[in-house]
């Protein structure tokens, strides 16, 4: 399921608490965005389309929470970037990673564990 950017950050908004109103999504956004109401709801309603979230009547509005789980979603859009940009290939995405930001000693040290944990497979 492709998710566009501006439709993560109303996801984002639903995986840290749900189920919200557009209103509610709105306030969450507050700062971070300068959207209409109607902008988040029709990102709401694209969501609603792709199946991304759920509605639930509540009086006269509904509340909406997230069926994509943020661990399917961050999974499909770091292998779709591995993929794209880097022919599948890890090696040369944490190669570019590393020779851009120095990578902490804690990062080498995980990525040595994972190294040895792949080893022993």
């Not at 109607?38 to 997230?66: C, F, H, M, Q, W």
């Not at 789980?69 to 999974?75: E, F, I, P, S």
């Not at 564990?113 to 022993?120: C, Q």
Request: proline share 2%; glycine share 6%; net charge positive.
């Amino acid at each position: 399921m492709t998710i566009s950017d501006a439709e993560g950050q109303v996801m984002e908004v639903l995986w840290r608490k749900s189920p919200l109103g557009t209103d509610e999504i709105a306030k969450a956004l507050e700062g971070q965005q300068d959207w209409q109401l109607a902008t988040i709801k029709t990102l709401v309603n694209r969501l609603l389309t792709k199946g991304a979230i759920s509605a639930e009547k509540d009086g006269r509005r509904y509340l909406y929470s997230p069926v994509l789980q943020r661990d399917a979603w961050l999974k499909e859009q770091s292998m779709g970037l591995v993929d794209r940009l880097f022919d599948g290939r890890l090696a040369p995405l944490v190669a570019h990673f590393s020779s851009h930001r120095k990578l902490k000693k804690a990062d080498i040290e995980a990525l040595r564990a994972l190294l040895k944990e792949h080893d022993r497979d």
